[in-house]
């Protein structure tokens, strides 16, 4: 299994709030992703990374940014937290092209009040 | 763009019986892979089993088994001898490989084992 790490696993913060979670891998994976998980919609794809400092927008991409500026690391950023985003967060790596797979980490709960 | 449907939002079986959980998928693409993923209660989402579109013989992963079907663009997942420990949520996955390597997922059918 991919040593894949998100932090924090659970988190209640308030609407207008800035959240970051966190992806730690230790795969040296090129390509990591950040999805999300809502009833009726399945994972959704949010922002994903082909590289350091390389990234570009998934599906649902509005009011989430992100950062990779190492390749272990890929932060989810949301600046101003609503009640929309509360959700499970997943981050996820793939080390190739050749396969496909993606290896998942445990996922984070966020919660908007 | 690609999509992936799962038609079946719930899915029951018995125990030691064997259960078929549907997918279809659009795309124009002649060269992708598809997966099913499983996500127990634990959330942790884990590979069942992949299928390479070139490849024309059927994946098979001991008790799991996929009926692919290129040209209707079906992807079904057959679990034979049901355990209760199959019970989760199964997510149907299309991947494009490519520079990219992202995978686009179905909604899911939650699968229940009856003992």
Known sequence: ????????????????T???????????????????????????????????????????????????????DFLLTLESATSSQTSVYFCAT???????????????????? | AQTVTQSQPEMSVQEAETVTLSCTYDTSESDYYLFWYKQPPSRQMILVIRQEAYKQQNATENRFS?????????????????????????????????????LIFGTGTLLAVQP
């Not at chain 1, 922002?47 to 509005?62: A, I, L, Q, R």
């Not at chain 2, 009926?67 to 057959?78: D, R, Y």
């Open chain 1, 18 to 72: 800035p959240v970051t979670l966190r992806c730690h891998q230790t795969e040296n994976h090129r390509y990591m992703y950040w999805y999300r998980q809502d009833p009726g919609h399945g994972l959704r794809l949010i922002h994903y990374s082909y590289g350091v400092k390389d990234t570009d927008k998934g599906e649902v991409s509005d009011g989430y940014s992100v950062s990779r500026s190492k390749t272990e």
């Open chain 1, 94 to 113: 793939g080390g190739s092209t050749n396969t496909g797979e993606l290896f998942f980490g445990e996922g984070s709960r966020l919660t908007v009040l």
């Open chain 2, 66 to 102: 996929v009926n692919f079907q290129k040209a209707a663009k079906s992807f079904s997942l057959k679990i034979s001898d049901s355990q209760l420990g199959d019970a989760a949520m199964y997510f149907c996955a299309y991947g494009s490989g490519g520079a990219t390597n992202k």
């Open chain 1, 1 to 16: 299994d991919a040593g894949i790490t998100q932090s924090p696993r659970h988190k209640v913060t308030e609407t207008g």
